[in-house]
């Protein structure tokens, strides 16, 4: 019986998890044991998603996070090393590009034990970015790697990873298994008077948050697109505090600043929306799941894939730059194309994956 000791701590490696863990149930031979780091803890930041989502509740959790970056991935990698020797796992599985990734990467490669990535092969190529340090690192100590797409599987090759012991496996994207998964059980958030057509925005990235200006900026661009179309915000706890320190003021009635939401409830707002504003990774590509067009408030994408096809304009912070993709998505219709992030069995694959090699 194969033991995978399983690594999560932040909102979209619930998601993530929710569909690789069903898979591994279904597998004979393997079962799971899950570590909780504790980096998303707040109620509608964690505990919902396992409690809507039905993923197994984990069997450790280490309260761990409202750390600087050295402090919380130490003491990550600290209490997971300790984990990994109660337990004894095979191998370690790791989700994404959150310090809990490079914890347990970290931890498990220390002690010998093999470490799988989910979403390996990523890059924004913007080493500024915490996410970008963490999935290199990820990646060059892992020996199984689970790319969703063929982008990743070439930016790896260019890396030399054909010359290291590790195997490189295109699964497709587990996102994709999990909204299929989860679409028909979408529930409208409660509390909030959905109009009948709206936009869809989230914000969270320390880029955006952190520097007022930039913060200030992306406001601005929201508050405009408002006047012409509806824009829904659910707002990250620690966004809606740095929007609240700087002082800036919401002019627009339009402008729905709602608490953070579930999965269900997120789903079921990509359903309904025209379009989609993020600086989240994840939700870009949630939008072309829905078939939702998208504009990305960063200056780079891992998902270039969306950008190359026209589903997705990368405008960063700047009002000027959002307002003109706000306005050639509201002139033009998109028509989407199937299967850029595989057929919805990415979690099978991996679950399959542990038997094989």
Not at 323 to 335: E, M, Q, R
Request: charged share 20%; net charge neutral.
């Amino acid at each position: 019986m194969i033991k995978i000791l399983t690594v999560i701590g932040a909102r979209p490696q619930f998601i993530k998890a929710a569909a690789v863990s069903r898979a591994i149930m279904r597998q004979s031979g393997i079962y799971e044991v899950i570590v909780h780091t504790g980096q998303h803890f707040d109620e509608n930041m964690s505990e919902v998603f396992f409690e809507q989502m039905q993923i197994p509740k984990p069997t450790h959790k280490l309260d761990i996070h409202s750390l600087p970056h050295g402090a919380m991935t130490g003491r990550m990698t600290e209490g997971i090393e300790k984990i990994i020797l109660e337990e004894k796992p095979q191998y370690v599985m790791v989700y994404g590009d959150t310090n809990s990734t490079l914890a347990g990467a970290l931890a498990a490669s220390k002690l010998h034990i093999p470490v799988a990535h989910v979403e390996a092969g990523l890059r924004s190529f913007n080493m500024a970015m915490p996410e970008e340090i963490n999935r290199i690192l990820t990646d060059r100590i892992s020996k199984l790697l689970f790319c969703p797409t063929p982008v990743a599987v070439n930016n790896l090759a260019r890396e030399g990873f054909k010359n290291f012991a590790c195997k490189v496996i295109t699964t497709g994207d587990v996102m994709y298994d999990a909204s299929l998964l989860f679409n028909e059980k979408a529930l409208p958030p409660s509390g909030v008077d959905i109009p009948g057509q709206f936009a869809l925005a989230t914000v969270h990235r320390a880029e955006n948050t952190n520097d007022p200006g930039r913060l200030a900026d992306i406001m601005t661009a929201l508050e405009y697109i408002s006047d012409k179309l509806p824009v829904i915000f659910p707002v990250h706890p620690r966004t809606r505090k740095l929007i609240d320190q700087s002082g800036l003021s919401i002019k627009s009635d339009n402008l729905l600043m709602i608490d953070p939401v579930g999965y269900l409830e997120i789903l079921y707002l990509l359903k309904h929306t025209s379009l989609v504003l993020t600086d989240s990774g994840g939700m870009q590509k949630e939008a072309y799941f829905f078939k939702k067009p998208c504009i990305t408030l960063r200056e780079e994408t891992e998902w270039t894939e969306l950008t190359a096809a026209g589903y997705n304009i990368l405008a960063g912070s700047n009002p000027a730059r959002i307002k003109k993709a706000f306005k050639a998505y509201n002139n033009k219709t998109i028509h989407f194309q199937e299967e850029l992030y595989g057929k919805g069995n990415a979690s099978d694959i991996i679950a399959e994956a542990f038997l094989k090699h």
